[in-house]
């Protein structure tokens, strides 16, 4: 079983829509989630990190469900910028190790 | 002002040859990584050091040796390279600072990758 799962898309969204990704970890220890966005032949960049209590920035909405073990992103008001891939990401608790999942692709069309 | 870089960016080569990618970090982080982003874009951990100490050695040919001569580099020598060693290579780093920290705070930071192509 992987260590993190993601639904690789492709989502092919509208400008201006509102688009939500998840994710869910297999290890229940795991301490720390964020969301990281990679661009065409790039590297990953940070997007966000995840916190406990939900965090927003701008048009970015990330959400933990320990419980559940289950991460989301929500995009509002969808930029063609955004056109991306959306890597979950999760560190173990040594915070030696960072799980990749396999990346959500989305396309913002006009 | 990279934070970390790493060259070559590209590299193509023979099946057979040996070849090395640099990497160097100026965020005075702790930890460094090797990671192999393949044909299907699956990002997977190769190797991890902190402090110069390997810690994370996963299944891995050993034709592939890091080395990590301080704490602000770490080099990948592959030896007699395949075809199945085609892929993007991306260095990292990270800040590790268990006492005290808030979840997130522990952030992976990338180079710009090294695209290698075996002929």
């Known amino acids: 079983r992987k260590e993190v799962e993601q639904d690789p898309g492709p989502f092919n969204v509208p400008e201006g829509a509102t688009v939500a990704f998840n994710c869910t970890y297999s290890?229940?220890?795991?301490?720390?989630f964020f969301w990281y966005r990679q661009d065409c032949r790039k590297e990953p960049k940070l997007l966000m990190s995840?916190?406990?209590s939900g965090n927003e920035d701008g048009r970015f909405t990330a959400q933990l469900n320990r419980a559940s073990q289950y991460i989301s992103l929500l995009i509002r008001d969808s930029k063609l910028s955004d056109s991306a891939t959306y890597l979950c990401?999760?560190?173990?608790?040594?915070?030696?190790?960072?799980?990749f999942g396999t990346g959500t692709s989305l396309t913002v069309i006009p | 002002d990279t934070a970390v870089s790493q060259t070559p960016k590209y590299l193509v080569t023979q099946m057979g040859n040996d070849k090395s990618i640099k990497c160097e970090q100026n965020?005075?982080?702790?930890?460094m990584y090797w990671y192999k982003q393949d044909s299907k874009k699956f990002l997977k951990i190769m190797f991890s050091?902190?402090?110069?100490?390997?810690?994370i050695n996963e299944t891995v040919p050993n034709r592939f040796s890091p080395k990590s001569p301080d704490k602000a580099h770490l080099n990948l020598h592959i030896n007699s390279l395949e075809l199945g060693d085609s892929a993007v290579y991306f260095c990292a780093s990270s800040q590790q600072n268990i006492l005290g920290r808030e979840s997130g705070a522990n952030v992976l930071t990338f180079g710009a990758g090294s695209r290698l192509t075996v002929l």
């Open positions: 965020l005075g982080h702790d930890t």
């Open positions: 050091y902190n402090n110069k100490e390997l810690i």
């Open positions: 290890n229940s220890a795991s301490q720390s």
């Open positions: 990401v999760v560190e173990d608790l040594t915070g030696n190790q960072f799980y």
């Open positions: 995840v916190y406990s």
